[in-house]
Every structure is written in structure tokens, then in C-alpha cells.
């Protein structure tokens, strides 16, 4: 939340001005960085620095999707990774579209139940912390995937900066030393020793990883295979079967990105295009933003109580389908042409009502229970070529499953506590699956990661997403709503207070102390029930405008050290 804005509501609310908060974010008058060819967004200053020197390069989008990618996993340990996997949606310059799904898949010899003891009872941790809780990890693959696609500089060129930032360091921001203090004790624990991020780090240190540093130059030597099949690949399962994985080595030869067919859909004169599944994020969006086109949010206005309602009963009845229907494609048939048709979503939406919340047991499918995260990371680049990409990327939980390969400089993610380890029982976000999302051997699990595209008078209009499991998809309806209806700007529309609500629990989350209080009393009396204590925060959405005039803004969240950077 940036500070100017916070500041100008709080005066406001203090003052008992009568002003709602549409208006105070119009006095919040910021654009981004304003940029005439390209620019990278990211979660790290670094990160898009090293993904526009490659654009200055002559690289493209594709170039810069491997350098960004990469510079996050050495300055971004959090989120960026090698060990976990991720999802691309692309734009060309010449409006072909297009996904990349490098989400990590289970071992070969997973099982259904490998989650639960005798008694048929979840296995607490098991699926969150250490070896067990790693998914075949997909990130490599994919970043070399998109860029022998599309891409027109050697890797090497690419993975120079990148190394160097891993041998000569980066600066440990504020944010970064309390999130590694916030984990320090878990961390040591999973690896039995203090590691190379621990609670010694300070704000303004440097940090050099030269384990890290090496393994990219055996990446940037031997390519893709080095991960899979190489010294690398062959280190990194000795050292996970020695933590006791059942991870072998033929689990990470066969694993391959796989290229998908992206979600497209029309609200208003947008069109929207967003992951497919193994990610709900995709289905979920359309199908919110096409229960909520008929009523007229402009007119309703930004966090009105009415535009509240609306979006919180359209987002009740699509996570309400989410855990039911879907998982990976691969392996469910899932009925997406009905789930996004008009005919069901405008039924979905006939018991709504202005008067009162529709009762959660009136909903079927679906049971998903507090889930909330900032755990992921989202980067969007828009080339000089005018190709544009949004990118989402996860360890799953900070740190992933907490396990660092010291010899090799990463962390692995627990990916595999976002499949439904007993179906109807909650993981560890409290996410319930159903049968659709259980554990099979290379199958894929369910996510909430939402890459999106956005288009207007078929020209690129929007590249955007965030992280915050499953307020993920909430984050980035909201942007672009901000955008669309509001008249934001693309800054202002990622710093705008956020809500969130998921079916169950039955409640709206909201970003505390930035909402105009007589709208919380007002969704109460109607008889929501209103949680603005269990978020801090909902999303750190990352984003890219079109302007008018064909320059670029940059939308770069205040909630995280994002940065956008361009030229
Ligand atoms: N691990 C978070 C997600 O994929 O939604």
C-alpha cells in the first residue's frame, strides 16, 4: 500500500469526510513509469533490470522471459526459483496468443494416499516441509521451452548478467531480511543446519550465492538437459533421495512443458486471455467477470457497496465450482465450455440479490476454505518488437517445502501440497479438493495462477497477474476492473485496496483500514460477515498499460519491493 495513499484515507476517514474511497483514489494521482518500447515488471529491482538489458540486447520478450525468470530465483529465493514450476500466456506482435504450462508434476511413484497414515488421517507436514513435498520441479523446462520457441539470443548471452548477480551479490532489501528472519527457524529445522539465508542477514548486506552461480553456468553450457539429465540433475536427486524422496531421476528425465491452449473471453470490448488448467485461474476469471458484465460497476463506482456485492457473489459461485471440476487436463475431462458459457453463468447468478447475501449451502460444488498466500511471483514484459508475455512462478509456500540444496544454490518447492491429499479434508491453506485434483503419478496439480492478457480493438492492452494463491484470481479482476471501469491508472490500479471472497469461508476478506468504514457497516447489515484481520495484504499484482499514445505504464504493487524498469 503506498504510503501517499494510505495517508490520504486516513485523513479522510479521521476528517469523517463524506468523500467515499473512489474518490481518494482519484486524488491519488500517480502514473507508473512511462516507458516508449518495452518494459519489465517484477518483484525485484534486479530482476527487471537484467530482463531490459536483454531487451537493449536485441532480445525479445521470450529472451527476457529466461534472464527475468532467472534473476528472480537468485534475488527473489522467496518465489523465484529452479526448483518449482510456473505458466506463461503470451501475445505476439502479430495477436497470436498462446500458454505455457511448466507446473511441477508428481513422482512416478506417488500415490493417492501417500499423504495419509493406517488410519486414513492427513499426515501433518508431510506434504508442506522437506523431500516428501516436492513436485517434480517444471521451471527450467519451461524457460528454455518458450525461448527456443521464440527467442533470438544465445543462452548464453542471456544467463551472463544472471550469473553475475548470483557471484557479485545483490542488496538484501527491508522486506526480504523479515521474511527470511519470519522463516529462519523453519528453515534450519527442514535442513537440520543453518543455511546461506538465515536471521544473520540485515537489510543492506549483500548476498552472493556461488553454488548458485555455478549452476547456471552449467545450465548456460550444457542447455535444458543439464537440469534433467546432467551433473546437475543427477546431484539434485542423489541429494533429495538422501532426505529420503522418492524423486528418481527418470521422474525428471520425462519431464516436458507442455504448450496449451490459453482461456480466451470476451467483457465488453476486452478480450481476456488467461491460464488453463492444470490452473483454475483462467476459468475462475471468465467466469466472474462474465457474471458481473450485465450490471453496471462504472456507474456503481470503485469499492461501492453495490460493485462489492456484485463481485463477491459472482467470485462465491466460481470458487464454489473451482474445487469440484477441475484439475489437471491430462488426467479429468473438465467441462470448461459450460463452466465459461453464458446460458450457465447466467443461471449461476439468478438467486442474486442486492438485498442480502445468497446463503453458501444454496451454492453446490466446491469446498474451499481460507487459503491466502504472497508466497508466488508474477513478472509481465512488453518487448520492442510488440510482443508481450505475463508470467506467474512458485515455490508454492515462501521457501517452497524449505528444502536448499546447498551444493546447488535453490530451494524445492511443495508444490504437492496444492493437490487434494484427501479429498474433502483441507491442506494446509485450507484448500479442500475433490477427485479431480487427486494424486496420480505425473499428474499435475491444481493452481490458482492467473497470467493474463489483456486486448482492446484487437491491440495488446494490459499483460498482468500477482501472487496470493487463491486471492490470486480476485487480484487480478480487481486490476483490471480498476483499469476498465474505474479509469485507474495502470498504478493506481495495483495499489487500489483490495477484497477477496472465496464461498467459503463464508466471509469477505478485505485489506484492513483502506475501506470507507460505512461501507464495511453497510455490507454488514446486510449480513456479510466482514474479516479484515486475516489479511495484511491480497495480492502483489505486477502489471503493463497501453496508454493512448502508445507508451507503456508500468503498474509496479507497493506492497512488495516491485519495480518496473523499461525504455
Ligand atoms: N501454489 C500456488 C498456486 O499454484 O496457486
Same mark, same amino acid.
Given at each position: 500500500?503506498?504510503?501517499?495513499?494510505?495517508?490520504?484515507?486516513?485523513?479522510?476517514?479521521?476528517?469523517?469526510?463524506?468523500?467515499?474511497?473512489?474518490?481518494?483514489?482519484?486524488?491519488?494521482?500517480?502514473?507508473?513509469?512511462?516507458?516508449?518500447?518495452?518494459?519489465?515488471?517484477?518483484?525485484?529491482?534486479?530482476?527487471?533490470?537484467?530482463?531490459?538489458?536483454?531487451?537493449?540486447?536485441?532480445?525479445?520478450?521470450?529472451?527476457?522471459?529466461?534472464?527475468?525468470?532467472?534473476?528472480?530465483?537468485?534475488?527473489?529465493?522467496?518465489?523465484?526459483?529452479?526448483?518449482?514450476?510456473?505458466?506463461?500466456?503470451?501475445?505476439?506482435?502479430?495477436?497470436?496468443?498462446?500458454?505455457?504450462?511448466?507446473?511441477?508434476?508428481?513422482?512416478?511413484?506417488?500415490?493417492?494416499?501417500?499423504?495419509?497414515?493406517?488410519?486414513?488421517?492427513?499426515?501433518?507436514?508431510?506434504?508442506?516441509?522437506?523431500?516428501?513435498?516436492?513436485?517434480?520441479?517444471?521451471?527450467?523446462?519451461?524457460?528454455?521451452?518458450?525461448?527456443?520457441?521464440?527467442?533470438?539470443?544465445?543462452?548464453?548471452?542471456?544467463?551472463?548478467?544472471?550469473?553475475?548477480?548470483?557471484?557479485?551479490?545483490?542488496?538484501?532489501?527491508?522486506?526480504?531480511?523479515?521474511?527470511?528472519?519470519?522463516?529462519?527457524?523453519?528453515?534450519?529445522?527442514?535442513?537440520?543446519?543453518?543455511?546461506?539465508?538465515?536471521?544473520?542477514?540485515?537489510?543492506?548486506?549483500?548476498?552472493?550465492?556461488?553454488?548458485?552461480?555455478?549452476?547456471?553456468?552449467?545450465?548456460?553450457?550444457?542447455?535444458?538437459?543439464?537440469?534433467? =539429465?546432467? &551433473?546437475?540433475?543427477? /546431484?539434485?536427486?542423489?541429494?533429495? @533421495?538422501?532426505?529420503?524422496? $522418492? %524423486? !528418481?531421476?527418470?521422474?525428471?528425465? =520425462?519431464? &516436458?512443458?507442455?504448450? /496449451?491452449?490459453?482461456?480466451?473471453? @470476451?467483457?465488453?470490448?476486452? $478480450? %481476456? !486471455?488467461?491460464?488453463?488448467?492444470?490452473?483454475?485461474?483462467?476459468?475462475?476469471?471468465?467466469?466472474?467477470?462474465?457474471?458481473?458484465?450485465?450490471?453496471?460497476?462504472?456507474?456503481?463506482?470503485?469499492?461501492?457497496?453495490?460493485?462489492?456485492?456484485?463481485?463477491?457473489?459472482?467470485?462465491?459461485?466460481?470458487?464454489?465450482?473451482?474445487?469440484?471440476?477441475?484439475?489437471?487436463?491430462?488426467?479429468?475431462?473438465?467441462?470448461?465450455?459450460?463452466?465459461?458459457?453464458?446460458?450457465?453463468?447466467?443461471?449461476?447468478?439468478?438467486?442474486?440479490?442486492?438485498?442480502?447475501?445468497?446463503?453458501?449451502?444454496?451454492?453446490?460444488?466446491?469446498?474451499?476454505?481460507?487459503?491466502?498466500?504472497?508466497?508466488?511471483?508474477?513478472?509481465?514484459?512488453?518487448?520492442?518488437?510488440?510482443?508481450?508475455?505475463?508470467?506467474?512462478?512458485?515455490?508454492?509456500?515462501?521457501?517452497?517445502?524449505?528444502?536448499?540444496?546447498?551444493?546447488?544454490?535453490?530451494?524445492?518447492?511443495?508444490?504437492?501440497?496444492?493437490?487434494?491429499?484427501?479429498?474433502?479434508?483441507?491442506?494446509?491453506?485450507?484448500?479442500?479438493?475433490?477427485?479431480?485434483?487427486?494424486?496420480?503419478?505425473?499428474?499435475?496439480?491444481?493452481?490458482?495462477?492467473?497470467?493474463?492478457?489483456?486486448?482492446?480493438?484487437?491491440?495488446?492492452?494490459?499483460?498482468?497477474?500477482?501472487?496470493?494463491?487463491?486471492?490470486?484470481?480476485?487480484?487480478?479482476?480487481?486490476?483490471?476492473?480498476?483499469?476498465?471501469?474505474?479509469?485507474?491508472?495502470?498504478?493506481?490500479?495495483?495499489?487500489?485496496?483490495?477484497?477477496?471472497?472465496?464461498?467459503?469461508?463464508?466471509?469477505?476478506?478485505?485489506?484492513?483500514?483502506?475501506?470507507?468504514?460505512?461501507?464495511?457497516?453497510?455490507?454488514?447489515?446486510?449480513?456479510?460477515?466482514?474479516?479484515?484481520?486475516?489479511?495484511?495484504?491480497?495480492?502483489?499484482?505486477?502489471?503493463?498499460?497501453?496508454?493512448?499514445?502508445?507508451?507503456?505504464?508500468?503498474?509496479?504493487?507497493?506492497?512488495?519491493?516491485?519495480?518496473?524498469?523499461?525504455?
Amino acid at each position: 500500500m503506498s504510503r501517499l495513499l494510505t495517508f490520504l484515507i486516513t485523513v479522510l476517514l479521521f476528517l469523517g469526510c463524506k468523500k467515499d474511497v473512489s474518490h481518494t483514489v482519484e486524488e491519488f494521482n500517480t502514473r507508473g513509469l512511462i516507458t516508449e518500447k518495452a518494459m519489465v515488471v517484477s518483484a525485484r529491482k534486479e530482476a527487471s533490470q537484467i530482463g531490459t538489458e536483454i531487451l537493449k540486447l536485441g532480445g525479445n520478450a521470450f529472451d527476457a522471459m529466461m534472464a527475468t525468470e532467472m534473476a528472480l530465483a537468485v534475488a527473489y529465493p522467496y518465489a523465484g526459483n529452479l526448483g518449482g514450476g510456473g505458466f506463461l500466456v503470451y501475445r505476439l506482435a502479430d495477436g497470436k496468443k498462446g500458454a505455457l504450462d511448466y507446473r511441477e508434476k508428481a513422482p512416478l511413484a506417488a500415490t493417492k494416499d501417500m499423504y495419509l497414515d493406517k488410519k486414513g488421517n492427513v499426515i501433518q507436514d508431510l506434504s508442506t516441509v522437506g523431500s516428501m513435498a516436492v513436485g517434480i520441479p517444471g521451471t527450467v523446462a519451461g524457460i528454455f521451452e518458450a525461448q527456443e520457441r521464440f527467442g533470438r539470443l544465445e543462452i548464453s548471452q542471456i544467463l551472463k548478467p544472471v550469473i553475475n548477480l548470483a557471484r557479485y551479490g545483490y542488496i538484501i532489501t527491508e522486506k526480504q531480511a523479515l521474511r527470511i528472519a519470519h522463516y529462519d527457524s523453519m528453515i534450519r529445522a527442514v535442513n537440520g543446519k543453518e543455511i546461506l539465508y538465515n536471521n544473520n542477514l540485515k537489510a543492506g548486506d549483500k548476498l552472493i550465492n556461488l553454488e548458485l552461480a555455478a549452476t547456471l553456468q552449467r545450465i548456460a553450457e550444457h542447455g535444458r538437459d543439464e537440469f534433467y =539429465k546432467g &551433473e546437475t540433475g543427477q /546431484r539434485l536427486v542423489k541429494y533429495l @533421495q538422501s532426505k529420503g524422496s $522418492i %524423486i !528418481t531421476l527418470e521422474d525428471l528425465e =520425462k519431464y &516436458e512443458a507442455k504448450w /496449451r491452449d490459453p482461456i480466451s473471453f @470476451q467483457y465488453d470490448d476486452l $478480450i %481476456i !486471455t488467461s491460464m488453463s488448467p492444470p490452473s483454475s485461474g483462467g476459468i475462475c476469471l471468465s467466469q466472474i467477470m462474465k457474471m458481473a458484465e450485465p450490471f453496471d460497476l462504472k456507474d456503481y463506482g470503485h469499492n461501492s457497496l453495490k460493485t462489492i456485492q456484485v463481485l463477491v457473489e459472482a467470485e462465491k459461485r466460481a470458487y464454489a465450482d473451482r474445487s469440484f471440476y477441475l484439475g489437471d487436463p491430462d488426467f479429468v475431462d473438465i467441462p470448461i465450455e459450460t463452466l465459461t458459457s453464458d446460458v450457465y453463468l447466467q443461471n449461476r447468478m439468478k438467486g442474486f440479490s442486492f438485498d442480502k447475501p445468497t446463503a453458501v449451502d444454496s451454492i453446490s460444488h466446491g469446498n474451499i476454505v481460507g487459503y491466502e498466500s504472497d508466497e508466488t511471483t508474477h513478472y509481465s514484459i512488453v518487448d520492442q518488437f510488440g510482443n508481450a508475455i505475463a508470467v506467474t512462478t512458485t515455490l508454492n509456500g515462501g521457501y517452497g517445502s524449505k528444502l536448499f540444496v546447498d551444493d546447488l544454490g535453490f530451494f524445492l518447492n511443495n508444490e504437492m501440497d496444492d493437490f487434494s491429499s484427501k479429498p474433502g479434508e483441507p491442506n494446509y491453506y485450507g484448500l479442500i479438493g475433490a477427485e479431480a485434483n487427486s494424486i496420480v503419478p505425473e499428474k499435475r496439480m491444481l493452481s490458482s495462477m492467473t497470467p493474463t492478457i489483456v486486448e482492446k480493438n484487437g491491440e495488446f492492452y494490459m499483460s498482468l497477474g500477482t501472487p496470493g494463491g487463491s486471492t490470486i484470481i480476485t487480484s487480478v479482476l480487481q486490476t483490471i476492473l480498476n483499469v476498465h471501469e474505474f479509469q485507474l491508472t495502470m498504478q493506481q490500479a495495483v495499489n487500489a485496496p483490495r477484497f477477496h471472497n472465496q464461498w467459503l469461508p463464508d466471509e469477505i476478506r478485505m485489506e484492513p483500514h483502506v475501506f470507507d468504514k460505512k461501507i464495511i457497516q453497510q455490507l454488514k447489515d446486510l449480513g456479510y460477515t466482514i474479516n479484515e484481520t486475516k489479511s495484511p495484504i491480497i495480492g502483489i499484482v505486477d502489471g503493463i498499460l497501453m496508454l493512448e499514445d502508445g507508451t507503456l505504464e508500468g503498474g509496479a504493487d507497493k506492497r512488495g519491493d516491485d519495480t518496473a524498469v523499461g525504455f
